[in-house]
């Protein structure tokens, strides 16, 4: 008897239950000073990439409320009539931001790396991608019809020897990369990797997604804490993460930003973001900018944990140069039993499962905010090696 979709979805469903990769729906209520809660119950919460504490900011709330007050919804995508003055003023001001000519707002983060890089690759084009980028660039990087190459930042010389063999034959080259790798924090090695773009001639594309307002002396990202930060074709950034909003947003020269004006599929086939949202964004962008002690004070935070892990003897991943610690979980441990019990405890870490990160590599992924107290920190790191022991 021929199977519907539905029993097959259900059968699929179960598998992941079975291997212990399914998720589940799960309410949390965000509040301010790093807290959520969850079934009921506050909990200090590891599990927000709202590293500047901004989502909750009476100022950057004020600047939304006022804006929705006036309207909801764009109404229309930016190329038709989305765009305010809101949304011109932000681009304005990212642009200057990042140092570049212009730039162009996206509904989401990873609707800006799906539309960006599917909007400047063609056939007969290569992409260097490295191997633990972001599902938006994974998939932006599937979408195309170039020749494609997975490469590790751990190894330089394997990717040199990638170009040198596929280089020669294809128009352009696009070199890749997250600028902050999100599943343990550490930074790409840009200033390597832009070194070889020129040698070859590949236009670099750096997702900022987790540095923009949280590491270089200026809050710019990835690229300005590695010295690089003229350096790449573009910079693809969110808003939704340090800058507690939502919306992607890219910024290089004008050719490129009109190009993708024009081009970009996710951006001009998707409704503009509300312009609320441009109007907390602009707050927010503005607190990044005059209030440096934000980042010293997430920076104290990151070399504390990183300390204290090692004092516990808990295994980290990565350099961790960003706020985000990936502590391993002994294999023959249940990541998710241990979940539970910090849950029980008080505290909010997301396990980290396949297929968000290879076989074998489980993690918890401390996400550190500056409204996090240093005693928390330190107790959250002791109870988790408590329990993995
Ligand atoms: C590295 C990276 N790039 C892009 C995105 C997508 O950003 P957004 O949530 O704004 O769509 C994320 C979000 O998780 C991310 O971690």
Request: charged residues 20%; neutral net charge; proline residues 4%.
């Amino acid at each position: 008897m021929e199977r519907s979709l539905k029993n097959a979805l259900q059968h699929r469903l179960l598998a992941l239950e079975k291997s212990g990769r399914r998720r589940f729906a799960r309410q949390v209520e965000s509040l301010a000073r790093g807290r959520c809660i969850i079934d009921g119950q506050e909990l200090i919460n590891f599990g927000s990439n709202d590293y500047l504490s901004l989502a909750h900011d009476p100022r950057v709330c004020a600047a939304f409320s006022e804006a929705a007050s006036r309207q909801s919804g764009a109404t229309a995508s930016g190329l038709i009539a989305g765009r305010s003055r809101l949304h011109a003023e932000l681009e304005n001001q990212l642009a200057e931001f990042e140092g570049c000519e212009a730039a162009l707002l996206y509904p989401t983060g990873f609707a800006a790396n799906l539309g960006t890089i599917q909007a400047f690759v063609r056939p007969g084009d290569v992409i260097f991608s490295e191997q633990d980028n972001h599902a938006s660039l994974i998939d932006a990087v599937r979408g195309t019809k170039a020749a494609v190459s997975i490469y590790s930042r751990s190894d330089l010389n394997a990717l040199v020897a990638q170009i040198r063999t596929m280089r020669p034959d294809c128009e352009f080259g696009f070199l890749v990369t997250d600028g902050v790798f999100s599943m343990d924090g550490s930074v790409a090695p840009l200033r390597e990797l832009c070194d070889i773009a020129d040698e070859f001639h590949l236009a670099v594309i750096v997702d900022e997604a987790h540095g923009t307002g949280v590491i270089g002396p200026n809050g710019r990202g990835a690229c300005e804490f590695s010295g690089v930060q003229s350096r790449p074709f573009v910079h693809i950034g969110t808003l939704s993460k340090a800058l507690g909003c939502l919306g992607g947003f890219v910024t290089g020269s004008r050719v490129a930003i009109e190009w993708l004006r024009n081009r970009a599929r996710t951006q001009f086939f998707s409704t503009a973001l509300p312009p609320a949202v441009c109007a907390a964004a602009l707050q927010s962008l503005q607190i990044v900018q005059s209030e440096p002690k934000r980042r010293t004070a997430l920076l104290e935070r990151n070399q504390l944990a990183r300390s204290c892990a090692r004092s516990v003897g808990l295994t980290v991943i990565g350099h961790g140069e960003a706020p985000i610690l990936a502590v391993t979980v002994p294999g023959d441990k249940d990541i998710m039993a241990i979940s539970r019990q910090l849950q029980h405890d008080g505290w909010f870490v997301p396990a980290i499962r396949p297929p968000t990160v290879p076989n074998g590599s489980s993690r918890f992924r401390i996400s550190l905010t500056v409204s996090h107290e240093p005693d928390d920190i330190v107790a959250v790191l002791h109870q988790i090696a408590e329990l993995t022991r």
